[in-house]
């Protein structure tokens, strides 16, 4: 069966640090992976998303980047974070039949 | 990105009665529907989705409603229980790209009332 995996589940950085959130998805090949980032009492926003190796599309202009270096992982980085970058970020995947499938989310506190 | 809305932030409801949840939204191009659950700090979980071709599908104890004509959505829960207690989203899946993205609305918080 397939599991996504996210991780750290909570992480508090200060200001001006770098981050490096990890998505891998395990049971399937070739999955779109997705970053989604949730302000406190707000809705799912879309900030990346991947249909291949190497291949990121951005829907926001932002602080973040992200990455596919493998096949079935995702990372979403920052050089220098910014208070504004506090939130939930949820990493998931679909397969071929829609079926999107969300990580457990990281609670990313910006200090 | 995309809008979907929803009408009405918070909902609270007795327990034992339904719950009607409802989404806007703008994108005709949409092709697919989710609604989902979201616990407090947990991921959003799957609850019931519909295709464009369809204007109702059930699942248990909840039924989604689609109206193109007015591009609304409905989630009804039969039988609120004190576990159904969430934040609900809707979503709609725009292809971009060659990929499957689906765009939130901001979330309607159901309390039930005991």
């Known amino acids: 069966s397939q599991t996504i995996h996210q991780w750290p589940a909570t992480l508090v950085q200060p200001v001006g640090s770098p981050l490096s959130l990890e998505c891998t998805v395990e049971g399937t090949s070739n999955p779109n992976l997705y970053w989604y980032r949730q302000a406190a009492g707000r809705g799912l926003q879309l900030l990346f998303y991947s249909v291949g190796i190497g291949q990121i599309s951005s829907e926001v202009p932002q602080n973040l980047s992200a990455s596919r270096p493998q096949d079935r992982q995702f990372i979403l980085s920052s050089k220098k974070l910014l208070l504004s970058d506090s939130g939930f970020y949820l990493c998931a995947w679909t397969g071929i039949n829609y079926g999107y499938t969300f990580g457990s989310g990281t609670r990313l506190t910006v200090v | 990105g995309e809008s979907v809305g929803l009408h009405l932030p918070t909902l609270s409801v007795q327990e034992g009665d339904n719950s009607i949840i409802n989404c806007a939204y703008s994108?005709?191009?949409?092709?697919?529907f989710i609604w989902y659950k979201q616990e407090s700090g947990k991921g959003p979980q799957f609850i019931i989705d519909?295709?464009?071709?369809?204007d109702k599908r059930q699942g248990q104890r909840v039924t989604v409603l689609l109206n193109k004509t007015v591009k609304h959505l409905s989630l009804q829960i039969a039988a609120t229980q004190p576990g159904d207690s969430a934040v609900y989203f809707c979503a709609e899946n725009i292809v971009k790209t060659g990929a499957n993205n689906l765009f939130f609305g901001t979330g309607t918080r159901l309390t039930v009332i005991p």
């Open positions: 994108n005709s191009a949409s092709d697919y």
């Open positions: 519909i295709r464009s071709n369809m």
